[in-house]
């Protein structure tokens, strides 16, 4: 199955002006995930582009996020700064990276806002979902395109001003045209793509698009995740691990030595690695969490692609407020626990290229719901690059870093709201099952299915890996744990 991949570079900034022919201004409109990062990237490559294309922050009026788009270097008193409703107006590719809840509440006004001719940006597919689910479309006199970069919006923004240093580093995005009035959609949506610093672009469609991202981020990228390592830590505590070392072997291993294996030299590499009483216990807790990871992720895929995801997202952004005579309900904390005051501890005496210890059992389940995933995916019809995407890429080199810096939340919270709900939603359900199922097959001597291990060892996802494994940034991303380029509630006070 061939696959249309566009190779980025900052060599091809020149090219700028002529990927965005007719663009005088871009919109970008919401200051959350991906506002800031898109933005200031998209502003410095036209700067190096020596283009006159003017970059504009739109907000709603009153927005706490003024001050945090002026502290960047956009301002009013420049024209790179405005209310949300006219920057829409005046601006001919508009980007909507406002929260996929307030999309979903104010799709009307912004459609009825734009020129016609105009195109609109998305870098999720939600919309497009939840339009579909009341069976609407988007109006026909603008282009729709999408631009996806495979990370959340400080990843974006940090390996961007990485790659000032070494060209090649960036976030690989995907890229999608779902309606083209004058024949622009394409070069503009590449143009886009280059400006952010994407080192490879994926052609995809905005349908297949949501229903991967959404899933993914619920399953291995982030809810899945912590559910494992939250059960995992508990488990090794109750038979007699001190803490320090449950969570070594835990969350250090899956976010130091797995991820680095898995990005580098992949799945495999993890598994031959061990010794051979460890290759017992992989296979062995393999066997048994394969199954119960797959009924949660096809539970939760199924959810996304039926629209029930998406209108459950939309609800709980409402539930932020109170209403109906009910209290606001905005989201909690996740690092509260024990475990995550222990994590505190152990990252406080690690050294810097301390990757942590390879557990045979945890990486077991971790690379379990990573074949697990994929799988579902397969199935589900999506490409190879998604696939990998989704399920490896943005998970070892992206989103683990941040949990490796500072904990769950740090990984979790500087996502999207939809993200951040989905990850809440579903990590416990990863946790349950693996408790309930999975380890007390372990733990009453279930015999190992060999069939998933010799599918597992001969899986043709791994030649498609070593090809991606190319298609990866030339640095990995480098997360201080004093990074100033996350959310603000999330920066450490100095």
């Known amino acids: 199955m061939g696959q249309y991949i566009v190779r980025g570079g900052r060599h091809l900034f020149p090219l700028l002006d002529d990927?965005?022919?007719?663009?005088?201004?871009?919109?970008?409109?919401?200051?959350?995930?991906?506002?800031?990062?898109?933005?200031?990237?998209?502003?410095?490559?036209l700067a190096e582009a020596k283009s006159d294309i003017i970059v504009k922050i739109g907000?709603?009026?009153?927005?706490?996020?003024?001050?945090?788009?002026?502290?960047?270097?956009?301002?009013?008193?420049?024209?790179?700064?405005?209310?949300?409703?006219?920057?829409?107006?005046?601006?001919?590719?508009?980007?909507?990276?406002?929260?996929?809840?307030a999309q979903a509440d104010n799709y009307e006004k912004?459609?009825?806002?734009?020129?016609?001719?105009?195109?609109?940006?998305?870098?999720?597919?939600?919309?497009?979902?939840?339009?579909?689910?009341?069976?609407?479309?988007?109006?026909?006199?603008?282009?729709?395109?999408?631009?996806?970069?495979?990370?959340?919006?400080?990843s974006v923004r940090r390996l961007y001003v990485q790659g000032k240093e070494i060209n090649g580093a960036g976030i690989n995005a995907s890229f999608a045209v779902h309606q083209d009035v004058d024949g622009r959609a394409t070069d503009v949506a590449l143009g886009w793509s280059v400006a952010l610093g994407s080192p490879f672009t994926f052609a995809t469609t905005l349908e297949q698009e949501y229903k991967s991202d959404i899933f993914g981020?619920?399953?291995?990228?982030?809810?899945?995740?912590?559910?494992?390592?939250?059960?995992?830590?508990?488990?090794?505590?109750?038979?007699?691990?001190?803490?320090?070392?449950?969570?070594?072997?835990?969350?250090?291993c899956i976010t130091g030595i797995v991820s680095k294996t898995i990005s580098t030299k992949g799945m495999l590499a993890v598994y031959n690695s061990l010794s051979e009483d460890g290759k017992k216990r992989f296979e062995a807790v393999y066997s048994a969490s394969y199954y119960p990871?797959?009924?949660?992720?096809?539970e939760c895929y199924e959810d996304v692609a039926s629209g029930s995801e998406i209108?459950?997202?939309?609800?709980?952004?409402?539930?932020?407020h109170e209403k109906e005579g009910l209290p606001a309900f905005p989201m909690g904390k996740i690092d509260q626990t024990r475990m995550w005051k222990v994590g505190e501890r152990v990252r406080?005496?690690?050294?810097?290229?301390?990757?942590?210890?390879?557990?045979?059992?945890?990486?077991?389940?971790?690379?379990?719901?990573?074949?697990a995933q994929i799988e579902v995916l397969r199935k589900k019809g999506h490409s190879y690059s998604e696939i990998i995407n989704e399920s490896l890429i943005e998970a070892v080199d992206s989103l683990n870093p941040f949990m490796h810096a500072r904990g769950v939340s740090f990984m979790v919270d500087n996502c999207s709201t939809t993200a951040r709900l989905g990850s809440r939603k579903w990590a416990p359900r990863f946790d349950y099952i693996l408790r309930q199922q999975a380890f007390v097959a372990v733990d009453s001597g279930a015999p190992i299915k060999q069939d998933l291990i010799s599918n597992f060892l001969s899986d043709p996802v791994h030649g498609a890996i070593e090809v991606c494994a190319?298609?990866?940034?030339?640095?990995?991303?480098?997360?201080?744990?004093?990074?100033?380029?996350?959310r603000p509630e999330l920066r450490q006070s100095s």
């Open 110 to 154: 912004v459609f009825s806002h734009m020129k016609p001719n105009s195109i609109l940006g998305l870098s999720h597919g939600f919309l497009l979902g939840h339009l579909q689910s009341m069976g609407l479309d988007f109006p026909k006199n603008i282009s729709v395109i999408a631009v996806c970069p495979k990370g959340m919006g400080p």
């Open 59 to 101: 907000l709603r009026k009153g927005s706490h996020s003024f001050a945090e788009a002026r502290a960047a270097g956009f301002t009013e008193e420049n024209g790179t700064l405005g209310d949300i409703w006219e920057t829409i107006a005046g601006s001919d590719l508009v980007l909507l990276l406002i929260s996929d809840s």
């Open 293 to 298: 990871c797959m009924e949660i992720l096809y």
């Open 348 to 371: 406080s005496t690690r050294s810097k290229d301390d990757l942590g210890p390879l557990c045979p059992f945890t990486s077991g389940v971790f690379v379990a719901l990573m074949m």
């Open 470 to 486: 190319q298609l990866r940034p030339t640095v990995d991303i480098s997360v201080p744990p004093d990074a100033d380029f996350v």
């Open 19 to 45: 990927a965005f022919k007719g663009i005088k201004q871009i919109g970008v409109i919401g200051w959350g995930s991906q506002g800031p990062a898109q933005a200031q990237n998209l502003r410095d490559s």
């Open 311 to 320: 209108r459950s997202v939309v609800l709980a952004g409402r539930r932020f």
């Open 217 to 252: 981020e619920r399953g291995i990228l982030l809810g899945a995740v912590h559910g494992v390592v939250e059960c995992l830590f508990r488990r090794y505590v109750e038979n007699g691990m001190n803490e320090d070392l449950a969570y070594n072997n835990t969350v250090e």
